[in-house]
């Protein structure tokens, strides 16, 4: 069973990497070539997902682990949808839209922390630094003056090549 979630998982980081680099493209005016190029993209990385040897790289030996992890998945998941949700009534109440993509890859970034420690694979740890750092970064950049279309299409595209990176990364062989 571990290795259909792995897989399920490596979908979902494709998925979403695919969601972020769509907006990346949309909001750097990428048109019909960026479209094409994360369309391409996505389909690769699902026949590598699908149909590639899955080495999927799960945590050192001793590593500690909850009792229940997709119990632990589901609390983080559903702690995260009402984090977004939260966030999204102040940015609307505050009128800080700008602000709005880099916000949500803040708290994404943070979900996976403590994923990392449910499903027992540390390298989630540097995701979640990753993206919590670009969108401090890009939340910074917006709050200096800087055009916020741009550095939200560039907090996107790190995020999409982030998850991408990550699915890569689960995929490559190990060495013994």
Do not use: K
């Not at 999927?56 to 977004?84: K, M």
């Not at 200096?144 to 999409?160: E, F, K, Q, T």
């Amino acid at each position: 069973m571990g290795r259909l979630y792995a897989r399920l998982g490596l979908l979902i980081g494709i998925g979403f990497g695919a969601l972020w680099a769509i907006w990346a493209a949309t909001l750097l005016s990428l048109g019909r070539a960026g479209t094409i190029g994360v369309a391409a993209a996505a389909a690769a990385l699902v026949a590598a997902a699908v149909l590639g040897p899955l080495t999927f790289r799960g945590p050192p030996r001793g590593t500690a682990s909850p009792r229940r992890p997709w119990l632990w998945y589901g609390l983080i998941v559903v702690a995260e949808i009402v984090a977004l949700n939260l966030l999204f009534l102040l940015i609307e109440a505050r009128g800080w839209q700008q602000y709005r993509l880099p916000a949500i890859g803040l708290v994404i970034g943070l979900h996976f922390f403590p994923l990392g420690w449910a499903v027992r694979f540390p390298g989630f740890r540097l995701l979640g630094a990753a993206m919590t750092g670009a969108a401090v970064a890009a939340i910074a950049a917006i709050a200096s003056g800087a055009d916020s279309r741009a550095i939200a299409g560039l907090d996107c595209l790190a995020n999409a090549l982030l998850l991408w990176a990550s699915v890569l990364f689960a995929l490559l062989p190990r060495r013994s």
